[in-house]
């Protein structure tokens, strides 16, 4: 999980919050839509809320029980317990398997079966498709699944594929890839 705190603070999700909590203290649900639902579970998981955040999300798939970002979520929480076939259950009911966040869930369900190899090969495979205007974002998010993984070696092959991104963002990975390679002067 991507944590955005600027976003969580930002008065446009505070409203969204409120309300989504005034319509459960009401005692009724929300109609919104599932990346909204999605972003409410992870500010509740963030805060350490994670009854309230099942409660987002499996509201969210009563509505969308297709929709990606929800599937994730819970294929995400099934992979922290190490449910694997509960995890490939959430991935197979993503209806748009042309979303680059099905594709990120297949490889990390992958990583997590510790079949690295495997991972590495179908990111390359789904890297043939991407925009070029969304190749270093893919890059990042690649290295991001192998570091979130420990496995900084193959995060630093991910990030050498970069056509040369400055941003924060890309410093900021390289140097926690640097960090797990034990590479502390880099």
């Known amino acids: 999980m991507n944590i955005d705190e600027e976003y969580f603070k930002s008065e446009d999700f505070q409203d969204l919050l409120e309300r989504y909590e005034a319509s459960i203290n009401a005692g009724s649900n929300p109609f919104m839509d599932a990346d909204d639902l999605v972003d409410i579970a992870d500010y509740y998981s963030w805060q350490g809320f994670d009854d309230k955040a099942e409660q987002a999300i499996d509201y969210a798939l009563e509505l969308y029980p297709s929709s990606t970002l929800p599937n994730v979520f819970k294929a995400r929480q099934a992979l922290a317990v190490n449910d694997f ?22 490889a990390e369900i992958m990583i997590a079966k510790g079949d690295i190899k495997g991972a590495d090969n179908y990111l390359r495979d789904y890297a043939t498709s991407v925009e070029p205007d969304e190749y270093e974002d893919f890059v990042r998010d690649c290295a991001n699944l192998y570091i979130d993984y420990n496995q900084s070696e193959k995060a630093y092959e991910w990030m050498m594929r970069s056509r ?21 002067k880099d």
């Open 164 to 184: 040369g991104d400055d941003s924060d963002d890309f410093k900021e990975l390289m140097a926690r890839t640097l960090f797990g390679l034990g590479k502390y």
């Open 85 to 106: 076939s509960q995890a490939q259950f959430y991935c197979d009911e993503i209806e748009d398997q042309d979303d680059p966040d099905y594709h990120y869930l297949v």
